[in-house]
């Protein structure tokens, strides 16, 4: 027949001076064990106290936000800042002659610019004389006869 198990408690008699607190000897007597006798003994040897909420200064319950933010900021926000930057000093360099590719992916040559209305006209062939009129930002880029960097 088997005995169910029990959790004695034994008082710590062995400390000679003062305590910090009460001190106990837990041990678990018995066969049967079970995942509530565990739960007390963990609740026992814890000084009976539930964990409460975890205890920190404002600073370190922020910091991982900070170092998101940071991230965020310079590895997203900030290269899109000058990649708009380049792309609105490359449009406000359009000028007549100059050989761009639309976001159409049309070539030509530009034949007439009007910032104020932010409108281009590109002409596209030669021999009819065909020419677009777009907005000026369908431009995606202008075409240099300058090897760029990239090459080798």
């Known amino acids: 027949m088997r005995?169910?198990?029990?959790?004695?408690?034994?008082?710590?008699?062995?400390?000679l001076e003062a305590p910090?607190?009460?001190?106990?000897?837990?041990?678990?007597q018995g066969d049967a064990v079970t995942s509530h006798s565990i739960a007390v003994l963990l609740l026992a040897a814890d000084g009976g106290q539930?964990?409460?909420?975890?205890?920190?200064?404002?600073?370190?319950?922020?910091?991982?936000?900070?170092i998101i933010m940071f991230l965020f900021y310079f590895l997203l926000m900030r290269p899109q800042k000058k990649e708009q930057q380049r792309?609105?000093?490359?449009?406000?360099?359009v000028k007549k002659n100059d050989r761009v590719v639309t976001v159409g992916g049309v070539y030509g040559v530009v034949t007439n610019v009007r910032t104020e209305a932010d409108e281009v006209t590109v002409?596209?062939?030669?021999?009819?004389?065909?020419?677009?009129?777009?907005?000026?930002?369908?431009?995606a880029r202008i075409i240099t006869d300058e090897p760029d960097g990239d090459s080798k």
């Open 3 to 15: 005995r169910p198990g029990r959790l004695v408690c034994h008082r710590r008699p062995d400390r």
């Open 50 to 66: 539930p964990a409460g909420p975890p205890q920190g200064s404002l600073l370190t319950m922020l910091a991982p936000f900070i």
């Open 87 to 93: 792309r609105q000093e490359m449009l406000s360099a």
């Open 123 to 139: 002409k596209v062939d030669e021999a009819t004389n065909t020419k677009l009129r777009m907005t000026l930002s369908s431009i």
């Open 20 to 28: 910090q607190s009460d001190e106990y000897h837990l041990t678990l």
